[in-house]
């Protein structure tokens, strides 16, 4: 069964930078598209990025297009999420998600707990 753990989440003031990590755990990450998604408080999940099994082929939302940037490692099983020129509205729980196949779907096969984004203005 995989498991995801994220970390990297803090608080941070508008204009700076993050580099959520996620890592995966099991024998699947390589041949799987992987994402990122966020929750707002009150506020549904919404797409951030993902990215193929490769790391070639990449999307993002157009509220982050230009500033966040996905990129993966998979020897280290690893997925990263870099952030720049944070806005207050970026705050929210971030998500890494593992797709079934190695380009996405939005099948999710697994979700990790979460890591905390905090932007103040």
């Known amino acids: 069964q995989v498991q995801l753990v994220e970390s990297g989440g803090g608080l941070v003031q508008a204009g700076g930078s993050l580099n959520l990590s996620c890592t995966a755990s099991?024998?699947?990450?390589?041949?799987?598209?992987m994402a990122w998604y966020r929750q707002a408080p009150g506020k549904e999940r919404e797409f951030v990025a993902h990215v193929n099994w490769v790391g070639i082929r990449k999307r993002y939302a157009d509220s982050v297009k230009g500033r966040f940037i996905i990129s993966r490692d998979n020897a280290k099983k690893t997925v990263y999420l870099q952030m720049n020129s944070l806005k207050p509205e970026d705050t929210g729980t971030y998500y890494c998600?593992?797709?079934?196949?190695?380009?996405?779907?939005?099948?999710?096969?697994?979700w990790g707990q979460g890591t905390q984004v905090t932007v103040s203005s």
């Open positions: 998600a593992q797709n079934y196949g190695g380009d996405w779907s939005g099948q999710v096969s697994a």
């Open positions: 099991g024998r699947t990450f390589s041949n799987s598209a």
